[in-house]
T-cell receptor, first 112, second 113 residues
Framework: DADVTQTPRNRITKTGKRIMLECSQTKGHDRMYWYRQDPGLGLRLIYYSFDVKDINKGEISDGYSVSRQAQAKFSLSLESAIPNQTALYFC???????????FGDGTRLSIL | AQSVTQLGSHVSVSEGALVLLRCNYSSSVPPYLFWYVQYPNQGLQLLLKYTTGATLVKGINGFEAEFKKSETSFHLTKPSAHMSDAAEYFCAVVDTGRRALTFGSGTRLQVQP
């Protein structure tokens, strides 16, 4: 089983819909992250969490919200999806800044 | 905040040729630096990580990176490209303010037979 699991892997939805992307991990890491990937832009940080009570905005948090339900679960929501949120979304975990992050396989989200 | 610049969004090499992917970072202190690789339809995998004090860092699959503080560079190399190296490569630095990764824009490596 994967250490970092993202669901769904693919999602097509319409403008204005509420979407939730889920991430769970078995690494036992305290830190969890959400990134989005767009061609030519690399990965950009949306939100991150250092524990269930510590949620922080990243560089592109507008239009997104998150919930850290437990140490192992971190979900990303789009309250009212818009087409420019079409992207590949990654969840990652880590234990401290100097150590590598571990990534899920991504969720490909298309908003029509 | 730290930033990372990857020169060249696409690099094409012949099988067996040298691979050189460029990365420059902006930081006044030695940072935490990483190279990740992304194969199609997959997440990112760690290739290698900079360790304080090292100049040449060895990673998986024959890749290595040279840390040059004077040039604020951390270029990735492999002496002989293999078809299986075709992927997208990302350089990343830890943003000490956010304590999260800041990624470069990525370089897509093509390997021609």
């Amino acid at each position: 089983d994967a250490d970092v699991t993202q669901t769904p892997r693919n999602r097509i939805t319409k403008t204005g819909k509420r979407i939730m992307l889920e991430c769970s991990q078995t690494k036992g890491h305290d830190r969890m992250y959400w990134y989005r990937q767009d061609p030519g832009l690399g990965l950009r940080l949306i939100y991150y969490s250092f524990d269930v009570k510590d949620i922080n905005k990243g560089e592109i948090s507008d239009g997104y919200s998150v919930s850290r339900q437990a140490q192992a679960k971190f979900s990303l929501s789009l309250e009212s999806a818009i087409p420019n949120q079409t992207a590949l979304y990654f969840c990652a975990t880590g234990q401290d800044p100097g150590q590598p992050q571990h990534f899920g396989d991504g969720t490909r989200l298309s908003i029509l | 905040a730290q930033s990372v610049t990857q020169l060249g969004s696409h690099v094409s090499v012949s099988e067996g040729a040298l691979v050189l992917l460029r990365c420059n970072y902006s930081s006044s202190v030695p940072p935490y630096l990483f190279w990740y690789v992304q194969y199609p339809n997959q997440g990112l995998q760690l290739l290698l990580k900079y360790t304080t004090g090292a100049t040449l860092v060895k990673g998986i699959n024959g890749f290595e990176a040279e840390f040059k503080k004077s040039e604020t560079s951390f270029h990735l190399t492999k002496p002989s490209a293999h078809m299986s190296d075709a992927a997208e490569y990302f350089c990343a630095v830890v943003d000490t303010g956010r304590r999260a990764l800041t990624f470069g824009s990525g370089t897509r490596l093509q390997v021609q037979p």
